[in-house]
């Protein structure tokens, strides 16, 4: 992975083999981004998604191996107990352009991933909620 800084934008490449939400994880963590919108295109191989299941308070998984691409990456970066917390959904297509996603568990690229850090003056402090089951922004501060 590489990554350069312009301003409060960050490009950043994973490359291939890498996972995404570990790569992500270290450039917040060297850059001490606190909050965050986050884009990206590129190529899978190997991809978790989840989607929620509301009234079981639970997600349904689903895994993928192969040649996809990545369509859309889009989600945040905040903070819960003052740590580094990402959500981030996606949307990717096999060969026959069959379009999969949901909230992303894992992604390891097989080419590469070009994604766009847009960092926000700020921090935003999830919370657990008994209600939903869900870590939830919250802006009491």
């Known amino acids: 992975m590489e990554y350069r800084r312009f301003g409060e934008k960050l490009f950043v490449r994973i490359d291939k083999d890498e996972e995404i939400l570990e790569q992500l994880a270290e450039v917040a963590k060297a850059e001490n981004i606190r909050l965050a919108a986050v884009s990206a295109i590129g190529a899978l191989g190997r991809f978790s998604v989840g989607t929620r299941c509301a009234g079981e308070k639970r997600y349904l998984v689903n895994d993928f191996e192969g040649d996809y691409e990545l369509l859309s990456l889009n989600g945040n970066i905040t903070t819960m107990n003052g740590e580094f917390y990402p959500?981030?959904?996606i949307a990717a297509a096999d060969a026959e352009g069959n379009a999969?996603?949901?909230?992303l568990n894992f992604g390891y690229i097989s080419a590469t991933c070009e994604m766009?850090?847009?960092v926000l003056d700020?921090?935003?402090e999830r919370?657990?909620?008994e209600i939903t089951g869900l870590n939830l922004m919250s802006f009491m501060k």
Request: a negative charge.
């Open 87 to 89: 959500h981030i959904h």
């Open 100 to 103: 999969f996603g949901g909230h």
């Open 116 to 118: 766009i850090i847009s």
């Open 122 to 124: 700020g921090e935003v």
């Open 127 to 129: 919370q657990a909620d």
